[in-house]
Structure formats: structure tokens, C-alpha cells
T-cell receptor, first 115, second 110 residues
Framework: GAGVSQSPSNKVTEKGKDVELRCDPI?????LYWYRQRLGQGLEFLIYFQGNSAPDKSGLPSDRFSAERTGESVSTLTIQRTQQEDSAVYLC?????????????FGQGTRLTVV | KQEVTQIPAALSVPEGENLVLNCSFTDSAIYNLQWFRQDPGKGLTSLLLIQSSQREQTSGRLNASLDKSSGRSTLYIAASQPGDSATYLCAVQSPPRLTFGEGTQLTVNP
């Protein structure tokens, strides 16, 4: 597609349920990032994928969070046993790679509300 | 650990003014610096990318500079318009991640 696509755009879930968020990167982009943005706050790094290398998971806040990516395609971010503090906008970005001069492009985000 | 700071946190100006937004970072070993715009409830729109070997980039009324050795970047907006109202974020790429500042919330009043 023309840009980074995220789905769903909005998700309301009950506390304790699992949710899965999807990111379709720009075709040919080997690098993919997930960020979390709580209301009124900055972007918090979650995880980074680069091609077939082992992902950088150092930003995941707890073991309830996990992410998968197969090759250079779609990525899914899964949050298990959701808590109210998980409410945020989850943003995905992709770029050609982690090398010099690689511009990152963001999707519109998934707004997650845990009630 | 890379830290990015943006000053001011908020800025309100009358239409037509030229303005400067500031970004500083603690680790100069960066690949590039990128300025983004975020409108309320929306994702991020890339404005300018400056590679580590570059000093500045221009796009229309926007000009971004980079002084890597001192860990600073500025975004200059000429002849501001109400449509420029948004939050402006800078991000540095210190491989592999992008580290963001907290943003400057800009309001341009008609």
C-alpha cells in the first residue's frame, strides 16, 4: 500500500481480555517499530524489527506484551490480560532499514481503551 | 541512554510570525534526526529528515538545522499560519531505535 496501515483504528476491550493489534508496513521496508503514546505524553519505544534479525524487545513494559513479524511483512502486537494502564494509542512505523538516512513513516495508530 | 529534550513545551504566536523550535540530544552518535508533526488524535507526519552528515534541510517554509557535535537541532517555521498548529516532535535515530522528545505544542492564532 501507499503508507503504513494499522488496524483496528479503535479498540475498546474489557480489563483482563487479550487484544491483537496489526501493522502493515510500506512494501519493501525492512525495519518496523512499535511505540505507545499515553494521553498527553510522548512516544514510548516498545519493540523494533529489522529484517530477519532478532528483534529489540527492550522496550516492552511487561511479559503481557509480545510482538511478531514474519519476514518483512505484517506485524502483530499482542497484549494479554489487558489492564487499564494499557489504554493508549499504539503507533507503528516502518523504514527502509536502520542505516543512515532512512526516513521513518508512521501509521495512524490504534487507540486502545481498556474499561 | 539517549535522551531528547524539546524546548519550549508550548508556544502560541500570531499568524505571520517566524518561529524556532529547539531539540537537544545527549548522545551525538546518531544516524539521523527527523522532525514530525502530530495533529490531535492522529499519527505522525514526517516533515524533514537530516542525515548525520548534513547541516540542514529545507522544505517549503520549514528549515531544519543539525549541529551533531553539540547535540542540537532547530526547526524554523517561516510566516506561520493557523494550519501549522500542531505538536512538533523531533526524533533521533541511535541504532536501532528512534528516540523522541516530548514535543512542542504550537498554536498559531489568526
Amino acid at each position: 500500500g501507499a503508507g503504513v496501515s494499522q488496524s483496528p483504528s479503535n479498540k475498546v476491550t474489557e480489563k483482563g481480555k487479550d487484544v491483537e493489534l496489526r501493522c502493515d508496513p510500506i512494501s519493501g521496508h525492512t525495519a518496523l517499530y512499535w511505540y505507545r503514546q499515553r494521553l498527553g505524553q510522548g512516544l514510548e519505544f516498545l519493540i523494533y524489527f529489522q529484517g530477519n534479525s532478532a528483534p529489540d524487545k527492550s522496550g516492552l513494559p511487561s511479559d503481557r506484551f509480545s510482538a511478531e513479524r514474519t519476514g518483512e511483512s505484517v506485524s502483530t502486537l499482542t497484549i494479554q490480560r489487558t489492564q487499564q494502564e494499557d489504554s493508549a494509542v499504539y503507533l507503528c512505523a516502518s523504514s527502509l532499514g536502520a542505516g543512515h538516512g532512512t526516513e521513518a513513516f508512521f501509521g495512524q495508530g490504534t487507540r486502545l481503551t481498556v474499561v | 541512554k539517549q535522551e531528547v529534550t524539546q524546548i519550549p513545551a508550548a508556544l502560541s504566536v500570531p499568524e505571520g510570525e517566524n518561529l524556532v523550535l529547539n531539540c537537544s540530544f545527549t548522545d551525538s552518535a546518531i544516524y539521523n534526526l527527523q522532525w514530525f508533526r502530530q495533529d490531535p488524535g492522529k499519527g505522525l507526519t514526517s516533515l524533514l529528515l537530516i542525515q548525520s552528515s548534513q547541516r540542514e534541510q529545507t522544505s517549503g517554509r520549514l528549515n531544519a538545522s543539525l549541529d551533531k557535535s553539540s547535540g542540537r537541532s532547530t526547526l524554523y517555521i517561516a510566516a506561520s499560519q493557523p494550519g501549522d498548529s500542531a505538536t512538533y516532535l523531533c526524533a533521533v535515530q541511535s541504532p536501532p531505535r528512534l528516540t523522541f522528545g516530548e514535543g512542542t505544542q504550537l498554536t498559531v492564532n489568526p
